[in-house]
């Protein structure tokens, strides 16, 4: 595992998928599924699409722990790393949700696994501060820098600043926060549609940070320690070109493996020049999901990075465990499709 980019992840098996009507206005990329397709045929579409996600990572050498979801009730639970983050230190952030219907996708199941599976010293609960009106959609609402410990966030109703400064207080990151629009003047909603930061690599939409100082600011920050910028159009982040994540994993002979992480969508809309600069540094990986990008997220948002270390088979569990985390009983066991 490196710094920025986890070996393992987290995806969960929403069977009962469909975009969600709660999140609509004020997620521009969200559309509704095709006339006359029924909510079963949305939901199945979708369920192949998430299993052809995890065969992908799997075939790479990345652990995928998957977790079945069959409430009706959560249609974005598909899209974990709005509730979730891990990070190196045994730390795991959980988050307030701007959505009411999107709060009880939390999962105790989820964060048992990582006490069990990983050393987690420390859980800090931020959900409380939903009764008040004040939301982060983890790293979802932000993107982060874990090499050079900066957050990067686009002010939006999913992103309070305070709230922010709080977890980059707690969890050691300098905050960055920018005003980001569209051509439009809609805000973006999460700034993981518009960037990307890989090792070596980040891909961004500046220009969608109208304020040149601020952008200019942004620039010089992510390439201090020399990480080259891809710069991408606001039409490449419309085909969720922004919404992909590096992933470490393994190829057969056991050597470690860098692998950009996408939907078909966001690599087929990228430039050869592109594509050569990632290609420089990892592997792109790209698998289709046009139906769970109905929702407004794409790949990146499917996965919540562990960023933990390994915990031994014999190393007993002294991890107290988190409150405010609802069970739910339409679980799986967390596997690791990896070991299968």
Not at 95 to 108: G, I, K, L, Q
Not at 114 to 119: I, Q, T
Not at 240 to 265: D, I, K
Not at 323 to 334: C, F, L, Q
């Given at each position: 595992?490196?710094?920025?980019?986890?070996?393992?992840?987290?995806?969960?098996?929403?069977?009962?998928?469909?975009?969600?009507?709660?999140?609509?206005?004020?997620?521009?990329?969200?559309?509704?599924?095709?006339?006359?397709?029924?909510?079963?045929?949305?939901?199945?579409?979708?369920?192949?699409?998430?299993?052809?996600?995890?065969?992908?990572?799997?075939?790479?050498?990345?652990?995928?722990?998957?977790?079945?979801?069959?409430?009706?009730?959560?249609?974005?639970?598909?899209?974990?790393?709005?509730?979730?983050?891990?990070?190196?230190?045994?730390?795991?952030?959980?988050?307030?949700?701007?959505?009411?219907?999107?709060?009880?996708?939390?999962?105790?199941?989820?964060?048992?696994?990582?006490?069990?599976?990983?050393?987690?010293?420390?859980?800090?609960?931020?959900?409380?501060?939903?009764?008040?009106?004040?939301?982060?959609?983890?790293?979802?609402?932000?993107?982060?820098?874990?090499?050079?410990?900066?957050?990067?966030?686009?002010?939006?109703?999913?992103?309070?600043?305070?709230?922010?400064?709080?977890?980059?207080?707690?969890?050691?990151?300098?905050?960055?926060?920018?005003?980001?629009?569209?051509?439009?003047?809609?805000?973006?909603?999460?700034?993981?549609?518009?960037?990307?930061?890989?090792?070596?690599?980040?891909?961004?939409?500046?220009?969608?940070?109208?304020?040149?100082?601020?952008?200019?600011?942004?620039?010089?920050?992510?390439?201090?320690?020399?990480?080259?910028?891809?710069?991408?159009?606001?039409?490449?982040?419309?085909?969720?070109?922004g919404n992909a994540v590096e992933l470490c994993g393994r190829t057969p002979e056991g050597r470690r493996r860098h692998v950009m992480t996408m939907?078909?969508?966001?690599?087929?809309?990228?430039?050869?020049?592109?594509?050569?600069?990632?290609?420089?540094?990892?592997?792109?990986?790209?698998?289709?999901?046009?139906?769970?990008?109905?929702?407004?997220?794409?790949?990146?948002?499917?996965?919540?990075?562990?960023?933990?270390?390994?915990?031994?088979?014999?190393?007993?569990?002294?991890?107290?465990?988190?409150?405010?985390?609802?069970?739910?009983?339409?679980?799986?066991?967390?596997?690791?499709?990896?070991?299968?």
């Amino acid at each position: 595992m490196s710094a920025q980019a986890p070996a393992a992840v987290i995806l969960v098996r929403a069977l009962r998928f469909t975009p969600n009507p709660a999140t609509a206005a004020d997620n521009a990329f969200q559309a509704d599924a095709p006339s006359g397709q029924s909510v079963d045929d949305t939901a199945a579409q979708a369920l192949a699409e998430m299993d052809a996600l995890a065969a992908a990572l799997r075939a790479v050498g990345v652990t995928v722990h998957v977790f079945e979801d069959e409430d009706h009730t959560r249609p974005d639970s598909v899209f974990p790393n709005n509730w979730l983050s891990t990070h190196a230190g045994g730390l795991v952030a959980v988050y307030p949700m701007y959505a009411s219907n999107r709060r009880h996708e939390r999962r105790a199941d989820v964060l048992e696994m990582l006490k069990s599976s990983y050393r987690v010293q420390t859980i800090v609960d931020y959900s409380g501060l939903e009764p008040d009106g004040i939301f982060l959609e983890g790293t979802g609402s932000m993107v982060l820098d874990h090499v050079s410990r900066v957050a990067y966030a686009a002010r939006s109703h999913r992103m309070d600043s305070h709230v922010l400064e709080r977890f980059c207080t707690d969890f050691g990151y300098e905050p960055m926060a920018f005003d980001a629009v569209d051509s439009t003047g809609i805000p973006i909603y999460h700034t993981n549609v518009m960037a990307c930061i890989g090792t070596d690599v980040a891909l961004v939409a500046l220009d969608l940070i109208r304020d040149e100082h601020r952008r200019e600011q942004v620039r010089e920050r992510l390439t201090v320690n020399g990480r080259r910028v891809i710069e991408l159009t606001e039409e490449q982040v419309r085909e969720f070109a922004g919404n992909a994540v590096e992933l470490c994993g393994r190829t057969p002979e056991g050597r470690r493996r860098h692998v950009m992480t996408m939907s078909g969508r966001a690599r087929r809309s990228l430039t050869p020049d592109q594509v050569a600069l990632i290609e420089e540094s990892c592997e792109i990986l790209a698998v289709d999901i046009p139906t769970i990008e109905l929702a407004g997220g794409s790949v990146r948002c499917m996965i919540a990075g562990v960023h933990l270390d390994r915990r031994p088979a014999t190393e007993p569990d002294f991890t107290p465990a988190v409150e405010g985390i609802d069970e739910h009983p339409h679980t799986a066991d967390g596997r690791d499709l990896a070991d299968d």
